[in-house]
């Protein structure tokens, strides 16, 4: 389920998102940040409930630029990476 939420807490890598009542990501499902203003393009996993509607996430890369109450998206399925051919080196 696709759900939109608001960043509560950046320590370092770690990530708190705030969700609407009953719409909270499945642990190990991607949470995006994206933010044009800011020039954010991040991607999180959602690692663990910690009540009150509220889901720990573990950045894939830079926190940089991040602050409470800018949007986070739920984006219902886990991390992917492309593979095949062109991924080789």
Known sequence: M???????QVIGPVVD???????LPDIYHAVTVKNEEKKINLTME??????????????MSST???????????TGEPIKV????ETLG
Do not use: M, T, W
């Open 82 to 85: 492309p593979v095949g051919r």
């Open 17 to 23: 998102v705030e969700f609407p009542q009953g719409q």
């Open 46 to 59: 959602a690692a663990q409930h910690l009540g009150n509607n509220v889901v720990r996430c573990i950045a």
């Open 64 to 74: 940089d630029g991040l602050q409470r109450g800018i949007d986070a998206e739920n």
């Open 2 to 8: 696709i759900s939109k939420g608001k960043i509560v």
